[in-house]
């Protein structure tokens, strides 16, 4: 299978490793990566924020991008809902709808297009360490996303996989919500972090290097040597 990968700006910008560790992955597995280099930001800052015209924009150019490609893969549940979920919203009524649904039907999360359109559960990774997993709100409440990346970590070697109780609970980022309310975005950051303190683990594991960098930089001003990692950063290890 020839994947298209998306990037989003986060992963692109400060989390390279990430998208690096996908290609290792699909590639391990025999397919073909395709990274088209026009791609940009998937519209979720401005949709967010009210502004759909300039939304639409940047959507309308992902689509152009993605137009040809046989499957669309990123690397955050958060970008991946804008396209599977938001795209269609955006464009409803719109010329382009029937474009849009398009690409939506064709673009999946790294874990849930791991386990559920590959049927791969276990690729043979190892990682010795005990980790916890933080739900990202998007991923879970719009994509569904909870039991696939479970899997996946339940079939690495050498890894013990702990559930803290506030799993499911936002880690307060947002993207433009930790900019226009930066103290309940703390708040709600030192909770999730507590959570995870409370485990032991050693790492905190996400589909969202977004949620990460928020939980990271907490951590770190909490002098905690907990580390933060993208799901398919753990996967990509091996014996």
Known sequence: MKISL?????????????AISMVKIFERLGHEVDYPEIQTCCGQPPFNSGYWDE????????????????VVVGASGSCGAMMKVFYPELFHGHAREAEVRALAAKSHEFSSFLVNTLGVTDLGARFEAKVTFHDGCHGLRELGIKREPRELLRN?????????????????FGGTFAVKYPEIST?????????????????V????????MQVQGILRRQRSAVKCLHLAEVLSGTD
């Open 6 to 18: 998306f990037v989003p700006c986060f992963v692109d910008q400060f989390f390279p490793s990430v």
């Open 55 to 70: 939304a639409r924009n940047l959507a309308g150019h992902s689509m152009d991008t993605f137009r040809d490609a046989d």
């Open 156 to 172: 690495v070697r050498g890894l013990e996989l702990v559930e803290m109780t506030e799993a499911e609970t936002c880690c307060g």
């Open 187 to 203: 708040a709600m950051g030192e909770v999730k972090c507590a959570s995870i303190l409370a485990t032991t683990a050693d790492c």
């Open 205 to 212: 594991v996400s589909n969202d290097s977004s949620c990460l």
